[in-house]
């Protein structure tokens, strides 16, 4: 049961992946992949394929989630008594959700009880279906009525649909009509919140590839930050101490997280540890060519700047500023944003991620941004 039960908890995750591949025109469901013998694997896949399946009749496309879910259940109808729990409630569903849509077959399943509550939930939507293929409206609506709105089990724009068409069903066309108009809203908002999500994976992908270029750039392991990818204090020191026996002149930035701790205890430290992260991969994609970016401990940064005058240190600060509050921070942690700085030519306000009811640099005491490099000429 902890097995299904954690199956059950990825059920959402692998359909939004899906669904923002199909969106997003960049991904194709592959027939044969149903067939992988490993529980895990068949049942993630399952997920993902009832789920985009479905998607395709939420945005209009019938014909396809009708040829999707028959597929499905021709390549498991011969291993049918293999499937585990979760992996029958998939498969019930498709059935079922295929007879709504008047497609019957002759794959009977039975009903599984006692089992996670988002499974259970997809099978309150199965009897809503059945319902429905039963030509009784009324009592699809009924049961709509008696489940909450936002049953996500396979998407949220699932129940109001099913709601549509048992709506068109009893011949109340017009009351149809505008619900499906809630089906287009819904399954609008979902799409917009995938690519986000989608951009956002893609944009942080691009940090941490060019953080471990730099890496490499700058020597083994000893001398890394195993959580951003950056040169550590150590590797400074040493770029410090070559840049002292050359007579380099360069300007150092020290860059901290103030009000950091707030982020950690608000949202947990892992959600911290990809702010640092995320702050890491600005810096790297900011600064020039040559110049050196290290994290120095807990939440300081420090870069250094090799040749540089203070007007352009103070021009490269600037760009980090900028680069930092372009940065989308409620994808990191839900509920968090950027807060503009400070008005003003002396300001030193960099804006990151807030958390909690609106402030202004004039009203919170923590501040809860970056401070702008303090440089400094070496």
């Not at 049918?80 to 498709?94: G, K, M, P």
């Not at 429905?132 to 009592?139: G, L, M, N, S, T």
């Not at 400074?236 to 901290?256: C, H, K, N, P």
């Not at 939440?299 to 203070?310: G, I, K, N, S």
Request: hydrophobic share 40%; charged share 25%.
């Amino acid at each position: 049961m902890a097995k299904e039960r954690d199956l059950a908890a990825e059920w959402v995750t692998f359909r939004d992946l899906n669904c923002a591949g199909r969106s997003a025109g960049t991904l194709r469901l592959a027939d044969r992949v149903i067939a992988e013998s490993d529980d895990t694997g068949r049942t993630a896949r399952m997920i993902t394929y009832v789920g985009a399946a479905v998607h395709l009749d939420q945005r209009g496309d019938t014909p396809g989630c009708v040829n999707d879910l028959t597929a499905l259940a021709a390549y498991t109808r011969p291993i049918t008594d293999d499937l585990t729990v979760s992996q029958r409630v998939l498969l019930r569903y498709a059935v079922k959700r295929l007879a709504a849509l008047g497609h019957h077959l002759d794959l009977d399943l039975p009903h599984d009880d006692g089992i996670d509550p988002i499974l259970a939930d997809v099978n309150t939507l199965a009897d809503v279906c059945d319902a429905i293929a039963d030509q009784q409206p009324d009592k699809a609506i009924a049961q709509l009525d008696d489940i909450p709105e936002a049953i996500d089990a396979v998407g949220l724009a699932e129940p109001v649909r099913l709601r549509s068409i048992a709506l068109s069903q009893r011949g109340d066309h017009a009351a149809a009509l505008a619900v499906e108009r809630d089906v287009l809203r819904v399954v609008t908002a979902e799409e917009e919140q995938l690519r986000s999500l989608l951009a956002s994976g893609m944009s942080a992908r691009l940090d941490q590839d060019r953080l471990r270029r730099i890496a490499a750039h700058f020597a083994c392991q000893a001398t890394t930050d195993p959580l951003t990818g950056l040169p550590n204090r150590r590797k400074m020191e040493r770029f410090t101490e070559t840049l002292a026996r050359r007579r380099t002149a360069a300007a150092v930035g020290v860059l901290d997280l103030d009000g950091f701790k707030s982020v950690n205890d608000t949202h947990g430290h892992d959600t911290g540890d990809v702010v640092l992260q995320r702050f890491a991969g600005v810096l790297a994609r900011t600064v020039r060519h040559g110049d050196f970016v290290a994290r120095h401990g807990g939440d300081e940064f420090v870069a250094v700047l090799p040749r540089t005058t203070m007007a352009e240190a103070a021009e490269i600060g600037e760009r980090i500023r900028a680069a930092v509050a372009a940065e989308d921070w409620s994808t990191v942690a839900p509920g968090t944003r950027s807060e503009p700085p400070s008005a003003g030519p002396t300001s030193t306000a960099t804006p990151l991620p807030l958390s909690g009811p609106p402030t202004t640099p004039s009203t919170t005491r923590s501040g809860r941004v970056a401070r702008s490099p303090r440089s400094r000429t070496a």
